[in-house]
C-alpha cells in the first residue's frame, strides 16, 4: 500500500511516521509513506501558499495552484487517480471500520489544511471524501492524517508481529479490549486475576470476553448496540443487569 501526506509541515508527519512501528514498517517494505511539501510547488515568488479569503474574515486561505500541482505531479506519477482524503473538521468521524476500509485501498492521499483551510474549487476537484479524527479544531491537518496513517498502517500485513495484535484490541470486533496484567503477579497488594495464572486457555479466552463485554457496557454502552454478540454474550450481560 502506498500513503501519500500532502502537507505544509512534512517533517511534523515524518517526525511521527518514521519512528517506532510504523517506521520499521517502512524499512522492510510493507507500506510506503511519503510526504510532500506543498510550499514546493507554488509559483508565487516569494513562496507564499495562501492568500485573504474572498468576502472578508479572519485568517488566510490555502490557495487553488500550488495544492493542485503537488496533486498533479503525483497523480501523473503514478499513472492513476489515488484515492484523496481530505483532513476536515466537517468530515465524517474516523471510526476501526474506516481504517480497515482503507487499508484495502492500493493508494490513498492524504490532504492536510492550514491556517483558516483550503480553497474549495481545489477540493472539489481532487477530494474523494473528508475524514475528521473529532468534534474539536486542531491547528492544521497533519496530527489528524498522521493519526489516519497510523491506524490504517496496523491493519496491513507484515505491519505487526502477528493478526491477532490487531484483531484483539479496542473497537475492532465491535468492543473495547479486556484489561491486561504483566509482572509481577503482585503489586502493592493487588493480585492479577488467578485465571490469567491457570494455563487454562479456554477459561482464559471466555474471561477476556466477559471483561471486553463488562468493559465496553460500562465504558462505551452505545457501543454494545451495534457489536456482533453471541448467544453467550446476551446471556452474560443480561446477567450483569439481573444482579444490579
Not at 511521527?16 to 509513506?33: K, P, Q, T
Request: hydrophobic share 35%; charged share 25%.
Amino acid at each position: 500500500m502506498r500513503i501519500d501526506i500532502l502537507t505544509l509541515f512534512p517533517d511534523m508527519c515524518e517526525a511521527v511516521l518514521g519512528d517506532s512501528i510504523i517506521g520499521r514498517a517502512r524499512v522492510a517494505g510493507a507500506v510506503e509513506i511519503h510526504c510532500h511539501n506543498i510550499r514546493d510547488y507554488t509559483t508565487d515568488k516569494h513562496g507564499r501558499v495562501d492568500d485573504a479569503p474572498y468576502g472578508g474574515g479572519m485568517g488566510m486561505i490555502m490557495g487553488v495552484q500550488p495544492i493542485y500541482d503537488c496533486y498533479k505531479t503525483l497523480f501523473s506519477e503514478q499513472g492513476k487517480k489515488p484515492h484523496v482524503i481530505y483532513m476536515s473538521p466537517k468530515g465524517k468521524t474516523f471510526n476501526q471500520k474506516k481504517a480497515i476500509e482503507l487499508s484495502n485501498r492500493e493508494h490513498i492521499v492524504l490532504l492536510c489544511g492550514h491556517y483558516e483551510g483550503i480553497d474549495q474549487r481545489v477540493l472539489d476537484e481532487i477530494v474523494d471524501e473528508e475524514i475528521s479524527i473529532g468534534d474539536y479544531v486542531l491547528t492544521g491537518g497533519e496530527m489528524a492524517a498522521v493519526v489516519v496513517t497510523d491506524a490504517v498502517c496496523r491493519m496491513l500485513p507484515g505491519v505487526l508481529s502477528d493478526e491477532v495484535c490487531f484483531t484483539e484490541e479496542s473497537h475492532f470486533s465491535g468492543l473495547l479490549e479486556y484489561p491486561q496484567y504483566t509482572r509481577p503477579a503482585e503489586w502493592m497488594g493487588k493480585k492479577v486475576p488467578d485465571v490469567l495464572l491457570s494455563g487454562h486457555h479456554k477459561n482464559i479466552e471466555k474471561w477476556r470476553r466477559e471483561q471486553a463485554l463488562l468493559t465496553t457496557l460500562e465504558k462505551r454502552p452505545e457501543m454494545l448496540d451495534s457489536a456482533s454478540l453471541s448467544a453467550a454474550d446476551k446471556k452474560f450481560l443480561e446477567s450483569i443487569e439481573y444482579s444490579e
